[in-house]
């Protein structure tokens, strides 16, 4: 290493911290809206937007995906230096995902009141639920462009311009969603739907900002001819994109189907049982979204350093990651077992809807430090090509310990079963990616895909 040269931990720190700020920003929307519903509007109203959360995240998953699959081929692209195959890769990337946008979108939309009573809503919720769901269901189109282009800026290195889009966006909709709820400047007073509306608009303004600062900076990602050239899906690229993503969409369809199931549990214990759910994912979502955040960074890395031959820099990325993990993770960790009580009661103000929120956190939190050590192997492995050993590892874990587990315990101790499942399935997938990625994974030839 030259004088030049920094240490590779603060490279990689400076790439994940606008990173996690980002992502950090766009779960503040979620729980911008979810205070001013909460206390704007009550805790029937929370509860409504919560059921909404497991099914969106069953449909996002199909995007997240797609994104996954496209940022390891565009760090491969990027590192090798073929900005024209960049292109090629996103063009297709986007085209792909605004088609399945607006599919998606529609029929769900139309659906929503058979999908929230599936859910098992509770009946003085559901039409609350209904139309908070059907305005979200139908913004899915603005959405996945929103969050697909920020993934594939990430993959060539830049983790700023999302960061600026994201603050645009949470400006916008932190003063939309009192507005609406509230009748401001003449605008139409709304229910709980007010906050699914507020997203729509903010998203919407974002992406047509971003593509304007993406020509006016002259970004290697700007909507220019080449890229415009490039949207229409090219199979053998999209292919490679599936083969690559695939695993990880079924992974997190898993995942939200299991959220469905678990929603299911939490909903028989009432609509308290169920706004406290909603309050202990807002602050897991901020708990976990370093560690999501350096597992994403640790891929692009990987994938970066693989098309550019040095294969022999993964461990060193998987070592610093891990120790980032432990640093930040660790830190968020810490704040709420000593804050839980205030952090909860941002979210709700009904004093047994706080203590029953406190309670759960306490039982899960320290076991994000895992997930976040698991995801980090599982993103570096992801980055050479190797996607279904960890698919397979996170599916097993859900299907066979966390919705048993969840259902056992659920009835033999109460609600607080169903967070001791969730702790048990991330120290799972911790350990067993560890093994598989040191006693395997380490002994494989790696090759550049693209």
């Given at each position: 290493m030259t004088k030049a040269e920094k240490p590779f931990w603060q490279t990689f720190l400076l790439f994940v911290l606008p990173m996690m700020a980002a992502n950090m920003l766009q779960s503040l929307q979620g729980t911008i809206n979810n205070i001013f519903i909460g206390r704007l509007l009550g805790t029937d109203a929370l509860a409504a937007a919560s059921v909404f959360f497991p099914i969106m995240f069953l449909f996002i998953a199909f995007l997240i995906g797609m994104s996954a699959g496209g940022s390891v081929l565009i760090g491969q692209a990027f590192g090798a230096r073929d900005h024209a195959?960049?292109?090629?890769?996103?063009?297709?990337?986007?085209?792909?995902?605004?088609?399945?946008?607006?599919?998606?979108?529609?029929?769900?939309?139309?659906?929503?009141?058979?999908?929230?009573?599936?859910?098992?809503?509770?009946?003085?919720?559901?039409?609350?639920?209904?139309?908070?769901?059907?305005?979200?269901?139908?913004s899915m189109p603005v959405m996945f462009l929103f969050f697909v282009s920020s993934a594939m800026l990430r993959g060539v290195g830049d983790t700023v311009t999302p960061l600026?889009?994201?603050?645009?966006?949470?400006?916008?909709?932190?003063?939309?969603?009192?507005?609406?709820?509230?009748?401001?400047?003449?605008?139409?007073?709304?229910?709980?739907?007010?906050?699914?509306?507020?997203?729509?608009?903010?998203?919407?303004?974002?992406?047509?900002?971003?593509?304007?600062?993406?020509?006016?900076?002259?970004?290697?990602?700007?909507p220019d001819a080449a890229l415009l050239r490039n949207m229409k899906p090219d199979m053998k690229i999209l292919l490679l994109t599936l083969k690559l993503g695939i695993p990880t969409g079924v992974q997190m369809i898993t995942g939200a189907v299991a959220g469905i199931v678990i929603i299911g549990l939490v909903n028989a214990f009432g609509s308290n049982a169920t706004a406290a759910f909603g309050a202990v994912n807002q602050v897991l979502s901020y708990v976990q979204f370093p560690a999501i955040s350096i597992s994403i960074a640790a891929s692009i890395f990987g994938a970066q350093a693989i098309g550019a031959g040095q294969v022999d820099r993964l461990h060193k990325v998987a070592l610093t990651a891990l120790q980032m993990n432990i640093a930040l993770t660790g830190s968020l960790v810490l704040i709420v077992y000593l804050a839980s009580h205030w952090i909860v009661g941002l979210f709700v103000t009904d004093a047994a809807v706080v203590a029953l929120s406190q309670m759960l956190l306490n039982i899960v939190t320290w076991s994000s430090l895992l997930f976040g050590a698991g995801a980090v192997l599982g993103g570096i492995m992801r980055a050479s090509g190797t996607v279904l050993p960890p698919m397979i590892i996170g599916i097993g874990c859900i299907v066979l310990l966390e919705v048993p587990l969840a259902i056992f315990l659920s009835r033999a101790i109460g609600i607080q079963g169903i967070w001791w499942a969730y702790a048990a399935n991330f120290s799972m997938m911790m350990v067993l990616n560890a093994l598989y990625y040191w006693f395997v994974w380490r002994n494989k030839p790696i090759k550049r895909l693209v």
């Open positions: 195959k960049v292109k090629a890769i996103t063009g297709t990337i986007l085209t792909v995902v605004l088609i399945g946008g607006v599919v998606i979108g529609i029929s769900t939309g139309i659906y929503s009141r058979n999908l929230m009573m599936l859910l098992g809503t509770p009946a003085n919720i559901l039409d609350d639920a209904v139309r908070f769901a059907r305005v979200s269901f139908l600026y889009s994201l603050v645009l966006s949470t400006i916008i909709g932190a003063f939309i969603t009192p507005a609406l709820i509230q009748g401001w400047l003449g605008l139409p007073q709304l229910g709980v739907e007010a906050a699914a509306y507020a997203s729509l608009i903010a998203f919407t303004i974002s992406t047509i900002a971003l593509g304007f600062y993406l020509r006016w900076k002259r970004h290697p990602m700007a």
